[in-house]
């Protein structure tokens, strides 16, 4: 074919116009690449993703918040912003209204020594005109401390003392100190009252817990509590096996039928355990079990029934050992017995509800507190479910807690950008000049 002037020129033509097609498509995926904040999480456990949990409560969050980041511009072992950045990307992503501002505290000491900024990358969390300062960058420290700042009122938890209970505060295998941990880190205050002592539990008890007492309570303490509940008060009681510790007066008045049966479940040796460690077949319908997705582990526990005499509303929270039974013979050769024994599943908490003075009553009993103890708290989903029914107890039913996940994997960052501008840049470039090499090789030849 003969090339003229005209042709020359309609080649040109074609060329400027694919040149400046080329120019545009370059600068709009820049463009977007930059305007665009799109993450493909492709780790196993998705764990640069917020969980379902987290994202829901962020999400539900009312009003702004405000993030403070003292970040040096010039440290030694690189910047920090480019890592709270990414930290805080999924949270943006949730709630559009989180405002971050960076602040170097080398240019601004003034503003750091008032926020108490004592690392750099330190964060300061404002919501609500509440605020806190943060310096772990995981997601379960920053949503427990969105939890805590989005509580109205500091919420105060007594506890009962005097009778070999279990502590919020002990440290040994029986006490519950690590739930006690937790609980704090959310907001909540903890405290002791004696009943012997104190002639009531006290107006500011937003929940009064009966933990697992193994001396009896005198008669004087249960008419303390029951007045306590009378009034509207709100009770979590773990129970103790073998017995009611003196407590029957307040079984019967929030009308519960408490066996001093054990459960046993065949299933727990799957998971090495004895068989009077009962595993959750099942968690109920109800505000209190939504966010427990793991199951728990219950040792030692009793049953927990309800009296057709109660005034309260019974919602059974959680079966177990729906492959084993209550043994109410001797512990010491447990086999089920069909005319003794009541094959499972057995229901081992339950809520109690009721409507007074305009305020809904709640009441949960659980038939162990082993499950909550130092030395079992971590089988499982025993954390999460202990959490849970705390805060459904004290009105609180919509915060969670968030369980931290494991690094199951190594760490692949793809950026969609750089992907782009070097897939513009080098890579079709490439195949066009390769192309045009092997239309000219042929045509040569030709």
């Known amino acids: 074919m003969k090339i003229n002037k005209k042709i020359r020129n309609q080649f040109r033509i074609q060329n400027s116009i694919f040149v400046i097609l080329l120019i545009i498509l370059t600068i709009t995926i820049g463009y977007l690449s930059n305007e665009i904040d799109y993450q493909w999480d492709v780790t196993s456990n ?25 970040v040096s511009k010039a440290d030694i072992e690189g910047s920090l912003k480019p890592t709270i950045h990414n930290f805080l990307s999924p949270y943006r992503r949730a709630k559009s209204d989180i405002s971050v501002t960076y602040i170097d505290p080398r240019e601004a000491p003034q503003k750091a020594e008032e926020a108490g900024i004592r690392f750099d990358g330190e964060l300061v969390i404002e919501y609500k005109g509440r605020k806190e300062n943060l310096n772990t960058l995981t997601e379960q420290d920053l949503t427990n401390l969105l939890v805590r700042l989005s509580r109205a009122t500091d919420k105060i938890i007594f506890s009962l003392k005097g009778h070999k209970e279990r502590t919020f505060e002990g440290n040994s295998p029986r006490d519950m100190g690590l739930l006690g941990q937790q609980l704090m880190k959310t907001g909540f205050e903890l405290a002791k009252v004696d009943l012997a002592e104190e002639l009531s539990v006290g107006d500011n008890a937003s929940l009064l817990v ?3 007492p193994k001396a009896n309570l005198l008669p004087g303490e249960v008419n303390r509590i029951k007045r306590f509940l009378e009034t509207g008060g709100n009770l979590l009681w773990l129970l103790e096996h073998g017995s009611n510790n003196g407590m029957d007066k307040l079984a019967d008045y929030i009308g519960t039928d408490l066996n001093d049966g054990l459960v046993f479940d065949p299933r727990a040796a799957s998971l090495n355990l004895s068989p009077a460690f009962a595993l959750a077949s099942k968690y109920l319908e109800h505000p209190a079990t939504q966010g427990s997705s793991m199951t728990s582990v219950f040792p030692f526990t009793r049953s927990v029934g309800k009296n057709e005499k109660s005034d309260f509303v019974y919602t059974p929270l959680v079966e177990v050992a729906d492959q084993g039974w209550l043994e109410t013979g001797n512990l010491s050769d447990a086999t089920f017995n069909p005319n003794r024994d009541l094959a499972g599943p057995i229901v081992v908490a339950a809520a109690f509800e ?19 103890s130092n030395q079992h708290l971590g089988l499982l989903g025993n954390l999460d479910f202990g959490v849970n029914i705390v805060n459904w107890l004290t009105g609180d039913e919509s915060l969670i807690r968030i369980q931290p996940r494991a690094r199951l994997d190594q760490t692949l960052e793809f950026n969609l950008g750089v992907f782009l501008l070097a897939n513009t840049f080098l890579f079709l470039p490439g195949v066009f000049l390769i192309t045009g090499a092997i239309v000219w090789w042929r045509r040569r030849r030709a």
Request: hydrophobic letters at 40%; aromatic letters at 6%.
């Open 46 to 70: 998705k764990r640069h993703s917020l969980s379902d949990a987290t994202r829901d409560f962020v999400s539900e969050l009312k009003g702004p918040i405000n993030i403070t980041a003292f």
């Open 354 to 372: 009721r409507l007074l003075e305009n305020k809904t009553q709640r009441i949960i009993i659980v038939g162990t507190g082993n499950i909550f």
């Open 210 to 212: 009966v933990a697992s």
